[in-house]
């Protein structure tokens, strides 16, 4: 026991290295250009007052973000998703696959969980003990199960998923607008050291590598904020994007997009005025997710095809293709309202 808690130690100490870095590389950026190009090199007061001024408004919103990500607790699953201690002790005892399901199904009936394995079988993390809601994924790196994970970052070291990941995407956009602001206002004096305008002093070493570093830096993180903006107009996170989310009726990499104003909506917020401050605006509370799965009565969905022309199940309730290349699902729920069944229809357009 004391080799593996010794090894775990080292692994949580080795963690923080990434972050350690990314600490030390900000921690030198403020040096260089407060005291090497501020204070030594820009000869002009007013100049050197309006730098210092946009600087820190950039840096102070980039360390804000970027350790409300670290901090940032990942959210897991309530323990309404717990298999019940009858239930438990059935699945633990019972060593048969099928029958295991059963019993997993039977619990995720009452559950707002409708993804599926990739051979369509109710997602349960072993470790967790834990019905896996929609969106969630089990982090080796963390231990836990993480509501909405997109992934884990060895650069905050820390999951990024529901609690944390509006904070992610500020970081990565303050992060690309410090190094922007660094580059924009060192150019010129990185020139001028350059082509020996300048004459030679202790300060030419730091503004000529911190215009490189902050250039290397901008490339490098807006092209991942670019990305991160794309999926949160999707309404995907970094693993549904190389991996489609299967529902109970078949895959659907669009299944959570709701239109791009909803989608930004769920992450950022309904109220615009917090959208660019590190503060938890996002919509939901992790465990359940709008879909395109459309809840109606059977005779409002049969009256609504009928208007085309289209019947929405045969005699069988089995699945049909129906024209306009827009195919409609029927899954007949076990619930009752009203007396009536209650069916989902999926709608999907081929490309």
């Not at 904020?225 to 549904?240: A, D, Q, S």
Request: glycine share 4%; with cysteine.
């Amino acid at each position: 026991m004391a080799p593996s808690h010794a090894f775990k130690c080292c692994k949580r100490a080795l963690n923080w290295i990434p972050v350690l870095f990314i600490n030390l590389v900000v921690g030198w950026s403020y040096y260089a250009y407060v005291v090497e190009l501020c204070v030594y090199t820009i000869p002009d007061n007013a100049e050197r007052i309006g730098y210092l001024v946009i600087f820190h408004i950039f840096l102070f919103m980039f360390i804000w973000s970027y350790w409300k990500t670290i901090w940032s607790t990942p959210a897991s699953p309530s323990k309404a998703f717990a298999l019940p201690r009858a239930e438990k002790e059935l699945f633990e005892r019972e060593e048969r696959a099928e029958v295991q399901q059963e019993v997993l199904k039977k619990v995720a009936r009452n559950l707002p969980a409708y993804t599926r394995t990739a051979g369509g079988a109710i997602r349960y993390c072993n470790p967790c003990q834990v019905i896996k809601p929609d969106r969630c994924h089990h982090c080796s790196t963390c231990e836990m199960c993480v509501l909405k994970m997109d992934h884990h970052c060895p650069w905050v070291n820390n999951c990024v998923g529901f609690s944390n990941y509006k904070y992610f995407v500020l970081f990565l956009a303050y992060a690309s607008l410090y190094c922007l602001v660094i580059c924009a206002t060192v150019v010129q004096y990185f020139i001028k050291f350059w082509t020996k305008q300048l004459p030679d002093t202790h300060a030419k070493f730091h503004i000529l590598f911190l215009f490189f570093v902050a250039a290397l830096f901008f490339i490098s993180i807006l092209s991942l904020f670019c990305y991160h903006l794309w999926l949160v107009g999707k309404n995907r996170t970094t693993i549904e994007a190389f991996r489609a989310p299967i529902f109970i009726n078949s895959p659907d990499k669009n299944g959570f997009s709701l239109g791009f104003r909803r989608n930004v909506a769920e992450v950022f917020g309904d109220q615009v005025k917090y959208w660019f401050f590190p503060v938890f605006s996002s919509l939901g509370d992790g465990h359940s997710f709008d879909t395109r799965l459309v809840h109606i009565d059977p005779e409002q969905a049969n009256s609504i095809l009928q208007q085309n022309g289209k019947s929405l199940v045969d005699e069988e309730g089995n699945t049909r293709v129906l024209g306009n290349n827009v195919q409609h699902s029927v899954d007949e729920s076990k619930e009752k309202t009203d007396g009536g069944q209650i069916v989902s229809v999926t709608m999907e357009s081929d490309p």
